[in-house]
């Protein structure tokens, strides 16, 4: 039938990652969302003199505006898994991507700093929270065998808009003051609406209609047309909204808005307290970096430099580490070449706590930047490998508070550490060496309680082995001939009854025209029974 034939447009019962399409534009949404979400923290560092020279605080009140962000974007992680699994990812974005703009436009009327942390600060840092999140578990569905480099390439949106959004709040800074710097900031984030209404959820809504569109063909070809053929078209859909008003009357079970099972699985578990180890050093050393080289007489221009460095660097890693992930003989063995990433970044910080010129600490960015981009492309990558599309929205919201906890407790550890030693090399060999640990514990907790798990041999049932199997085959033997025979003695009844139909035909026609039909020898007609006739009349037929 060509085109119409209605098998051309069935589609499966589960709909698969498309791994391209509508994906590139969720990718690109993606990309936007993530830059947003990692980079307007540290750039709004950019306004905290201003901020403090109005305000009349010091440096670490304006700080703990950024801090506040990132605590909500890590700590409200469950929140937005639930919302998600309630409402989906479309809705919870567009709430968010108003929230975080409102933040920033209400915080640019505040009048003290403790109206700043419940506006920038609490109240955008949810709202990026909320966008951040599903971004990742549409990127997820909608991408399966390019999911590394896609991973990868959204990943790169952090260290992108943290090039772009540090020089123009300085623009902004110097033009508008911060205020007017707040407000056009908060117009910037309306852009994560955008990016909320471009992600489709993937389903198969497509698959309903193809199959309504086949019940009317099929109707169509299998009846003449006219009334017939549509009173059976409007028969079948009055049975499918039958089934669906059945199925809703039906007591739905309710569903789980926040999935705690996936602490069942092992992976899941190991890959969390690496996680938590990491972050207690992964963040330390970029953070104080800058007062490290003033500190041994880099001036400041070329202090700050150092953090374009690494993030120049981290734009092009993350997508070629997504890219390495994606081949196949890598991609089976990604935990392997996230904890050779973390072992990387960890080695780094160890290896440069001595250094004291610019030359060697523009060595250590570069190579900071290359494992940084590395960890931050496998992350997300490595979840979504242990867990599944499915429980991903639920596991992610989980890790990211085991992370929030370990946000608030690194960084600041290791400022009361600058402040008690005055040394900034015992810090440096500190996270390096919990880097380093959470490595080794992925690593080796992934080979021995995972990859050992899945090389233990199962029994296998075989028909010759235990009188189980035998018995099973037998039994469905043994059902199999009975259902057999009941098959053939109806068919047989059947065949009996229309022979003798036809034989009660045949001689009501003869004995019409009056023309006696001979016994067999030994013959004796016997009422109702039905070997007999049929043989006698197909003898004298």
Known sequence: MGRSDPEEGQLPASVKPPDGGWGWIVLLGCFVITGFSYAFPKAVSVYFKELMHDFHVGYSDTAWISSIMLAMLYGTGPVSSIMVNQFGCRPVMLVGGLLASSG?????FTTNIIELYLTAGMLTGLGMALNFQPSLIMLGTYFDKRRPLANGLAAAGSPV????????????????????GFLI?????????????????????????????????????????????????STIDGVKKSKKTKKKQQPRKGKKLLDFSIFSNRGFVIYSIAKFIMVLGLFVPPILLVNYAKDIGVPDTEAAFLLSIIGFIDIFARPSCGMLAGLKWIR??????????????????ICSARANTYTALVIFC????????MVGALQFEVL??????????????????????????????AG?????????????????????????????????????????????????????????????????HAGDNHHLSHSTNTAVVMDSEAVNHVAEDHSADGVE?????????????????PTVERESF
Request: net charge negative; glycine share 10%.
């Open 104 to 108: 920033m436009i209400l915080a640019s």
């Open 161 to 180: 808009f943290l090039s772009a959004l540090s020089p123009l709040g300085q623009v902004l800074l110097e033009k508008f003051g911060w205020r007017g």
């Open 185 to 233: 900031m908060g117009g910037l984030l309306l852009n994560c609406c955008t990016c909320g209404a471009v992600m489709r959820p993937l389903e198969a809504g497509m698959k309903r209609k193809m199959e309504r569109v086949q019940d009317k063909y099929e109707a169509k070809e299998m009846l003449p047309i006219g009334e017939r053929a549509e009173e059976a078209i």
């Open 332 to 349: 089976p063995h990604v935990a392997y070449l996230f904890s050779f990433a973390m072992l990387f970044n960890g080695l780094t910080d």
């Open 366 to 373: 570069v190579f900071f930047g290359i494992s940084y981009g």
């Open 384 to 413: 979504m490998a242990i867990v599944g599309s499915q429980k991903f929205s639920s596991a992610i919201g989980l890790v990211l508070l085991i992370e929030a906890f370990a946000v608030l407790i690194g960084p600041p550890s």
């Open 416 to 480: 009361h550490l600058v402040d008690a030693f005055k040394n900034y090399a015992i810090i440096f060999y500190l996270a390096g060496s919990e880097v380093v640990l959470s490595s080794l514990f992925l690593g080796m907790a992934t080979y021995c309680c995972l990859n050992q798990g899945k090389k233990t041999p199962q029994p296998e049932k075989t028909p010759s082995v235990g009188g189980g199997s035998d018995t099973e085959e037998a039994e469905s033997d043994v059902e199999d």
């Open 517 to 533: 039909q001979p016994a067999a020898e030994g013959a004796v007609p016997v009422p109702g029974e039905c070997n007999s006739g």
